[in-house]
């Protein structure tokens, strides 16, 4: 976590408040914090709307939030759409 928050020129305890509001996890190996490879581009994420946007941890949180009920939705539409096909385009 250590060469991240340098690559990035941030500080620890943003990524460690984002640890402790459930946004990323971070995992301990002999003292040593990691952030998993795969939430990397979340992370990015975070550090954009906070450092460069100026968004607080709690707007964060929210806008995490409506992003995932987003995808959701999308996702539902997606699924209802190939349901709709089914009865649209009889054999």
Do not use: W
């Not at 971070?26 to 990397?40: G, R």
């Amino acid at each position: 976590m250590t060469d991240l928050c340098t690559f990035h020129h941030i500080d620890a305890a943003f990524i460690q408040s984002l640890h402790t509001s459930g946004l990323i996890e971070i995992t301990t190996i002999s003292d040593i914090n990691y952030v998993h490879s795969e939430q990397l581009h979340l992370l990015e994420q975070y550090i954009r709307l906070h450092y460069d946007l100026d968004i607080n941890l709690a707007g964060i949180e929210a806008i995490t939030y409506l992003l995932e009920k987003m995808e959701a939705m999308q996702q539902e539409i997606r699924t209802l759409k190939n349901k709709l096909q089914v009865y649209e385009n009889p054999l």
